[in-house]
């Protein structure tokens, strides 16, 4: 029988799993590079987050203004970045030094109880994650993958050929802040599992491995879903055997079939 | 006298604050196969997109099938078919040749957007007429540039319609390739349609273009071939051009390198 802790994080990586899809349409989209900058703003939205549960007790869970702070940053990078690469760039890099810096004067401020929550962001335990927790993660990532199934069409239809896309109608902008809106969703559900250090491993390896592994984009859906999956089981069987900690046993697992699947690609 | 099929009334168009299309008039009948050309930068695209309602001109009125392509947008996009230029396309995506086609269909539903047993056989029907219906499992990716260059047109017509705007989609292909397309769409024109083509290079749609549109931010030249195929006219545009002769044939070398 499985330890509640062990038993929590098996659950999270279920739910962590549902995020690789929309990351597989980042991919697609070719802004899989973006994720980064969106799970560092984390960082700045938990520290905004903390301050006012702190300020107005406990009317606001921190969680939420993660997701909306993460959601702004990324639609104001797609929007910015749509002007040109030095546009995005620049967007992404003021937005990346803002979002840390919040994180530096807010968590300077903070009652040194509020600081652990704010720092538990960073490198976050995934076997340490409560029930409020989990059923945080339950909710954000249901709702990031249903949003992927029904708007896949219109995701896919602008990774493949935006102007035609918009030609016939469709609000290409409007998806495309959706399309980036639903990935901050994703990304702050793997920043809650596992950290902001630790989360690139698992919003971009994933969805690159599937792209080695797969051609067809269900198949890729299919196999990025897996992996996340996979890693988690691993990374928490390595943890327990070797005394490590669990999230970075997860984030290594994820970077080695990741690696075994370019391998792979090499030797074809 | 008909009703243009589509009527351009001193259109300007600004994009990043620049002048791109500058006091553009324009009236065409159907049908008709106008053949739109000019140097890079000269807003050939960006004339297309002003016609898809995609653009908003900051001057000027436009009326395409006798309709405001900004009012009536949804209106105007049910009988347009769009064929972009190849780099627009992401060859990433992997979709099958059936599920492009059916893209074009399926953009004029409202969402869910779910495919009927109609919407199939519309998309097969357009692949058939491009003889490319044994394709329909295939990825869209692993077909050569001339096949993928039908399958783009075919996902234009699946929805039938009465004007088609092509965006350089002879550039890159062999000759051979080029005619098959070109018989492709005198037939569809010869059914009553219009076709509106941009063009970086002359050949090979000159052949069978009505009329001919020199554009370079503002309109150099329009008419029928025979009066907008001069070197005095087309050197405005083109100050490299020169032509020569060649097995009784007169060749127009532009001299604008195509990005």
């Known amino acids: 029988m499985l330890d509640p802790f062990t038993l929590r994080a098996f659950i999270s990586v279920f739910f962590m799993s549902l995020s690789a899809p929309i990351m597989v349409i980042m991919l697609l989209r070719g802004a899989l590079y973006i994720t980064p900058e969106i799970s560092h703003a984390a960082l700045g939205g938990a520290a905004l987050g903390v301050l006012l549960q702190t300020l107005f007790i406990t009317l606001i869970d921190p969680f939420i203004i993660v997701i909306l702070f993460c959601a702004g940053v990324a639609i104001l990078t797609a929007y910015v970045g749509r002007s040109g690469l030095q546009s995005l760039s620049m967007m992404m890099s003021a937005l990346l030094a803002v979002s840390v810096t919040i994180y530096a004067l807010i968590r300077s401020w903070l009652p040194k109880e509020k600081r652990i929550i704010v720092d538990g962001y960073l490198i976050s335990d995934i076997l340490l994650l409560s029930d409020i927790d989990i059923i945080n993660l339950a909710v954000t990532s249901i709702i990031s993958f249903l949003i992927t199934l029904v708007f896949y069409k219109e995701f896919i239809y602008i990774c493949f050929d935006a102007d035609t896309a918009e030609a016939l109608g469709l609000r290409v902008k409007l998806y495309d802040a959706l399309l980036f809106a639903t990935t901050s969703i994703a990304a702050a559900v793997i920043v809650k599992a596992v950290g902001v250090l630790l989360s690139v491993a698992l919003l971009i390896l994933p969805a690159a491995a599937s792209r080695i592994l797969a051609r067809n984009i269900n198949r890729m859906f299919a196999a990025s879903l897996m992996l996340v999956l996979l890693s988690g089981a691993i990374g928490i069987a390595l943890s327990y055997q070797f005394n490590i900690p669990t999230s970075g046993a997860i984030a290594f697992t994820s970077t080695i079939i990741f690696a075994l699947a370019y391998l792979t690609k090499l030797k074809k | ?259």
Not at chain 2, 122 to 139: G, Q, R, V
């Open chain 2, 1 to 259: 006298m008909s009703e243009p099929i589509l009527s351009v009334n001193d259109v300007s168009v600004k994009l990043n604050n620049q002048i791109v299309l500058d006091g553009i008039n324009l009236e065409i009948e159907k049908p008709s196969f106008l053949l739109i050309v000019g140097p890079n930068g000269a807003g050939k695209t960006t004339f297309l997109k002003t016609l898809l309602g995609i653009i908003k001109p900051f001057k000027g009125e436009i009326r395409v099938l006798g309709l405001n392509p900004f009012r009536d947008s949804m209106s105007v996009r049910k009988f347009v078919g769009y064929v972009p230029q190849k780099d627009k396309i992401s060859y990433e995506t992997a979709l099958s040749v059936g599920e492009v086609v059916l893209m074009g269909i399926l953009l004029r539903k409202r969402p869910p957007r779910v495919v009927s047993k109609e919407d199939i056989e519309a998309a097969k029907k357009a692949l058939s007429y491009l003889n490319m219906e044994d394709k329909w499992n295939c990825f869209f990716s692993e077909l050569s540039g001339g096949q993928q260059r039908r399958v783009l047109i075919a996902r234009a017509l699946a929805s039938d319609p009465q004007l088609l705007l092509l965006d350089e989609v002879f550039a890159g292909l062999d000759l051979e390739v080029q005619e098959e397309l070109l018989s492709l769409l005198e037939e569809f024109r010869e059914n009553g349609k219009m076709i509106i083509a941009v063009e970086h290079e002359l050949d090979p749609v000159i052949s069978v273009a009505d009329r001919i549109l020199v554009l370079n931010r503002r309109v150099y030249a329009y008419g029928k071939p025979s009066e907008v195929l001069n070197e005095e006219k087309l050197k405005q545009v083109y100050p490299r051009l020169r032509s020569i002769e060649k097995d009784g044939r007169r060749i127009i070398i532009l001299g604008d390198r195509h990005a």
